[in-house]
């Protein structure tokens, strides 16, 4: 959905690099989120975010942290990248907590 | 939170209807029946959801058993780009500190064949 975009796209750095991914909407959403998503599994989320003011962790948030610069910005930082950090992750938006969540097209990120 | 169990991969054949069946014994009154699937690394996209009547739009249409334990997505006439994963997710329920958040398991692995 392009209304909810990501970047980079792709990334890979190296064990001990800051990594920031960047997510956008143009939804008027509320609400933001943050998964990441390792092969075969599920999306496990990272942090959430129901307005500029609120944040909120997830289920997986050691080793990560978020701003919210704006309704339309939620950024994603690793602070000291490892390895087992690599995996796929995306942004979502919603209208409202019970609202459905409308996703971007995902970052990939490796780590070595 | 309800949880839910789904085989982890079925095969259909174009032009055919999709039976996706999940399990959520646990679910609560308030709580709602969520699918979302996901094409190949792509970021998931809501189907539809339902809390105890069934419905259908126009991708897809759901049925929840009348106990609610368990539920159906059915697919009427698939195509090669319904190949997914589909995922059956309990939404926690109004009132809780978890509103709003999805909590995804492994889900369908759904290959439409020729």
Redo the contacts between chains.
């Keep these: ?1 392009a209304d ?1 975009t990501q970047t980079p796209r792709n990334r890979i750095t190296k064990t001990g690099k800051r990594i920031m991914l960047e997510c956008s909407q143009t939804k008027g959403h509320d ?1 933001m ?1 943050w ?1 990441r998503q390792d092969p ?6 990272i942090y ?1 975010s ?1 307005d500029v003011k609120d944040i909120n962790k ?1 289920e997986i948030s050691d080793g990560y942290s978020v701003s919210r610069q704006a309704q339309a910005k939620f950024s994603l930082s690793l602070e000291s990248a490892i390895p087992n950090q690599t995996a ?1 992750y ?1 942004c ?1 938006t ?1 209208y ?3 609202g ?7 970052t ?1 990120l490796t780590v070595l | 939170d309800a949880k839910t169990t789904q085989p982890p991969s079925m095969d259909c054949a174009e032009g055919r209807a999709a039976n996706l069946p999940c399990n959520h014994s646990t679910i609560s009154g308030n709580e ?1 029946v ?1 699918w979302y699937r996901q094409i190949h ?6 189907i539809i ?1 339902g809390l105890k009547n069934n419905e259908t739009n126009e991708m897809a249409s759901l049925i929840i058993t009348e106990d609610r334990k368990s539920s159906t997505l059915i697919l009427p006439h698939a195509t090669l780009r319904d190949t997914a994963v589909y ?1 059956c997710i309990v ?1 926690f329920p ?1 009132g809780t500190d978890s ?9 369908t692995q759904v290959v439409v064949t020729p």
């Design positions: 959905d909810v609400r989120y998964y075969g599994l599920g999306l496990r989320l959430y129901f997830g796929l995306f979502a919603s409202s907590p019970g459905n969540q409308f996703f971007g097209p995902g990939r | 709602y969520y690394s792509q970021g998931p996209q809501y959801h995922y939404r109004l509103w709003g958040k999805l909590q995804f398991g492994a889900g």
